[in-house]
Each structure stands twice: as C-alpha cells, then as structure tokens.
C-alpha cells in the first residue's frame, strides 16, 4: 500500500505539486530511473551485456503476465501500442466482406489501422451516446461478417468504463467468429481489468503502468494464437531468423510472440519490470 512515507521516498517530485494527469503521461517512481542506470552498465558491456538485457525481457514479461493473469507465453512487446495495432491488422488479413466495429471512445491507435488497409473492411462505428457506450447501439452493428470488435476497458477521452459481460456475450452470440480486441492502456494498473476472454489485450507502458516510453504490452490466450499470428516480416519473432533456409521462408512463432518482430526496446522494458514490481 502506498503510505505518506512510501510515496515521499519513491515519487519524490510530488513533495511539491498535487498531479493529477497521469492518464496523459506517468510520474514514474525512483526505480524507474534506477532500472534504466542498470541498463546503461549493462548496454557498457557491448555484447556481454545482451546476457543481462534478454534477462530483463523474461522478467518483465513474467511481471506483465502476473498482472494479466496469463502465463508469460501469452505476453510480448511492441515499441507502441499503434504499432501492435498495425500488426493485429497483418494478423487479421481482412478484405472488403469483412467488418470491423470501433468506438468513437477509442484512442486513434486502435481505431485508424482498418482505415488504412489497402483492401479495407467495413469499419462499422458503435458511437456513445452523452460520454457513454450502450448496448443497444451495438446489437444492430453486429453480424455473420463481423471479425473484429476494437474497444477499449476505460475510455482515453472521458473514463467511461465499459460495461465488460454483456457486451462479450452480445458479441459472442450474435458474431460468433469475432474476434474482441482491447485496449487497456488506461485500466492497467489503476482499475481491475475486468475483461476475462479478451482475444487481445495490448497496453501502453508510459500511464499507469508508471514505465516510459517506447514500450506497448500485447497479450494473446493460447487458444486465439493461432488466429492471431502476425504476417510481419523481421527477425526476433521468426522461428528461423538464422537457418539455412532463411530467405526462403519465414515462419513466424504463434500468438503473442508474433508481435516482437524485431530487436526489442530494452530501455523501456528495464523501466517497465521495475515499475510494475
């Protein structure tokens, strides 16, 4: 529990203000700045220190997954949360017979990717109605077509919460092949994520999670990775970056991994493992 004396010792610059803005941008704790000096010895090591950065990979992930409640498997990293969103898309090979709804709630990030597609589905929009999402609104918007549902658990432009069971089970029943993509970025952290069977979860580190920037937690269940394998090309997520057979075929890990598609973002994932911790 944070207690007067644990707050002055570990969130030092609020001795002299009263922030109340950490849904835009985090104070992170003392550790934060600890995590990143540690990386700084270890990246002085040159290669010896990549021991000690993929180390902290497999920590941070740990932690994440302790927070998600999911096994570490099921978790990865991007540098941002629009990055995993563009990725999703790959996954998702969508065309123009296909729908996606988004919410008028969301931040662009989860949104804007649908709109960008060379082949783009139809991106059906659940709009609030006074700062909140209803039901209703939803319904008629879903149907045999519909692969993905955007949303996220705690509104970025006004804090509405979404009311989690019965959409899910609105969604289940009436779009039985959708996928539900959620973006979490202002509940992780601050609020329980009340979202069991999420298909996606993906989260920026720089807000509650009280890390910086550069980092962007993706989670996928094992049960949906098949689904959601990126079609990305890069290295750090291929099963053979470096077989003989290399530049004739690229074969992807599944699910979450998928989505780390390159060197990761050391850096923010030594602040992240701190701050979650």
């Known amino acids: 529990m944070l207690t007067p004396q644990a707050r002055a010792r570990d969130f030092p610059g609020l001795a002299s203000m009263t922030y109340l803005n ?4 985090s104070i992170p704790p003392l550790c934060v700045g600890e995590a990143l000096q540690e990386y700084w010895r270890d990246k002085l090591q040159g290669m010896r220190g990549r021991e000690a950065h993929f180390a902290r990979l497999r920590d941070c992930r740990e932690a994440a997954a302790r927070m998600l409640e999911l096994k570490s498997e099921e978790v990865s990293f991007c540098s941002c949360s629009s990055e995993a969103y563009n990725l999703l898309a790959t996954a998702l090979c969508l065309g123009r017979s296909d729908e996606v709804v988004i919410t008028d709630l969301d931040f662009p990030a989860g ?33 045999a077509n519909t692969r993905l549902v955007q949303v996220s658990l705690v509104s970025f432009y006004n804090g509405f919460r979404l009311d989690w ?9 009436e ?15 601050r609020v329980p994520l009340q979202c069991p069977g999420a298909d996606c979860l993906i989260s920026s580190t720089h807000k509650w999670t009280l890390g910086i920037h550069g980092g962007c937690i993706v989670a996928v269940p094992q049960n949906r990775s098949e689904a ?14 470096f077989d003989a057979d290399r530049f004739e075929r690229a074969q992807p890990k599944a699910g ?3 989505f780390s598609v390159g060197m ?14």
């Not at 059906?124 to 149907?143: F, Y």
């Not at 069971?165 to 029943?173: E, L, N, T």
């Not at 779009?175 to 952290?189: E, F, N, R, Y």
């Open 264 to 277: 990761p973002n050391f850096p923010a994932l030594y602040a992240l493992n701190a701050s979650l911790r």
């Open 111 to 143: 949104a804007t990717p649908w709109l960008r597609a060379k082949t783009p589905p139809r991106v059906q929009h659940w709009k609030s109605r006074e700062g909140e999402l209803h039901l209703e609104d939803l319904v008629p918007l879903l149907n």
């Open 165 to 173: 069971a019965p959409m899910q089970a609105a969604i289940r029943r």
């Open 228 to 241: 959601l394998t990126t079609m990305a090309g890069g290295w750090f997520h291929l099963v053979n970056p």
């Open 256 to 258: 979450a991994a998928s």
């Open 175 to 189: 779009s039985p092949k959708a996928l539900i993509s959620v973006d979490i970025t202002q509940a992780l952290g």
């Open 22 to 25: 950490t849904a835009a941008e």
